[in-house]
Every structure is written in C-alpha cells, then in structure tokens.
T-cell receptor
Framework: NAGVTQTPKFQVLKTGQSMTLQCAQDMNHNSMYWYRQDPGMGLRLIYYSASEGTTDKGEVPNGYNVSRLNKREFSLRLESAAPSQTSVYFC?????????????FGPGTRLTVT | GESVGLHLPTLSVQEGDNSIINCAYSNSASDYFIWYKQESGKGPQFIIDIRSNMDKRQGQRVTVLLNKTVKHLSLQIAATQPGDSAVYFCAEISGGSNYKLTFGKGTLLTVNP
C-alpha cells in the first residue's frame, strides 16, 4: 500500500496562473480532505468529500475548487493563484469505520506563488 | 467559533525523560480527540485517539489523558527518544460533524541527546 500520494511535491507559480494538485489513496477510504498549513499554524480544512460524489466547503475554501474524480482520487484546483495561497497543502483520507475518525495524510505539496 | 489550542508552543527535553504535551479545547460538545505527530517535511502521522467517555488511553510509549472538567488533553511520551522530535498536534471532531477535524497550532518537541 502506498497510502496517500500527492503530486507534485513542489511547485512555483506566478500570480494568476492555474494548477491542479493531485491526490490519490489506495486504502479504499470513503472520505478525503484537503488542508493547507501555514507557518506557526495548524492545518486548516479547505474542502472535503465525505464520500464519492459529494464535496463540501471547509474553513478556507475561497480561491479553490475540488473534484472527487472517483473513490481513489480527489484533486484541488487553484484557478488564479495568489501569493496568499503560498502554503503547504496536505491531502488526507479516512475509512468508513464506526467510532473512529482518524485521517491519514499524504506527504504534502509545497506551493509558492510569486 | 470554538477551537482547539495548545498551552506551550515549544518543549525541550533530555533523551530518556518523559514528555508531556498539553492541549486545551473549548468545544464542550467534542467527543473525539486525536494526537498527530508531524516530522519536518512530512505529513501528520496518527499517534493515538481517545473518546470523551474515556479518561485515559495507552499506546506504545504514549498515553493520552482527557480531563473533561477543565477541557484539557495531554499526551505523555515515556522515555523520549531523538526520533520523537517533531511537532505534535491535537485535533477534535468539530461542529457536530463526524467528518471534520479541527487542529490546534501544534507544539514543537525537541529531544536533546
């Protein structure tokens, strides 16, 4: 099992450019999540997908869109990147399991917007 | 809104000592908590969880204590090793949703040899 994988690992964008961050999990998990992590701060939820076919906004969704392509894949798109979106982005997944809510994280994508 | 917070941003200990990392939460409706470890350049890694109907839960070298009266959570690491150096986050289920975790800002644990 590769777990949760993310591509790319690093990316530099100019203001106004667009890009899609890819995430895939091979654990047959139902729920998937996108977070951003800024220096000195905890993880903030951008969007999540409780199950295949559904997506919902999290705490900081502005400037982002997501697609739950299938059960395995959940992508995050920046349509017009801004310097404020410079961050480390983490994808996570969670199995459907009663009474357990832990999420499993990917290695992250480090994005710089100049 | 309510959020999870941490008492200490940094903690430095000697190898072999026990470490205690604290977390305060303000949402009295939270019923599930998780501790994560994040090493430099990596994603958070699940350590241990606890439900609100428990006071204590033990894992391998780690113990989580929950005090609902004062809304306080702690992670104890026994015989701390250099490999334990990382940022530790507590997280809670937020807003009545079973799908979303709210994370604290983290505590940096440094283990000195």
């Amino acid at each position: 099992n590769a777990g949760v994988t993310q591509t790319p690992k690093f990316q530099v964008l100019k203001t106004g450019q667009s890009m899609t961050l890819q995430c895939a999990q091979d654990m047959n998990h139902n729920s998937m999540y996108w977070y951003r992590q800024d220096p000195g701060m905890g993880l903030r939820l951008i969007y999540y997908s409780a199950s295949e076919g559904t997506t919902d906004k999290g705490e900081v969704p502005n400037g982002y869109n997501v697609s739950r392509l299938n059960k395995r894949e959940f992508s995050l798109r920046l349509e017009s990147a801004a310097p404020s979106q410079t961050s480390v982005y983490f994808c996570a997944s969670r199995p459907y399991r009663d009474s357990r809510y832990e999420q499993y994280f990917g290695p992250g994508t480090r994005l710089t917007v100049t | 809104g309510e959020s999870v917070g941490l008492h200490l941003p940094t903690l430095s200990v000697q190898e072999g000592d026990n470490s205690i990392i604290n977390c305060a939460y303000s949402n009295s409706a939270s019923d599930y908590f998780i501790w994560y470890k994040q090493e430099s350049g990596k994603g958070p890694q699940f350590i241990i969880d606890i439900r609100s109907n428990m006071d204590k839960r033990q894992g391998q070298r780690v113990t989580v204590l929950l005090n609902k009266t004062v809304k306080h959570l702690s992670l104890q690491i026994a015989a701390t090793q250099p490999g334990d150096s990382a940022v530790y986050f507590c997280a809670e289920i937020s807003g009545g949703s079973n799908y979303k975790l709210t994370f604290g800002k983290g505590t940096l644990l440094t283990v000195n040899p």
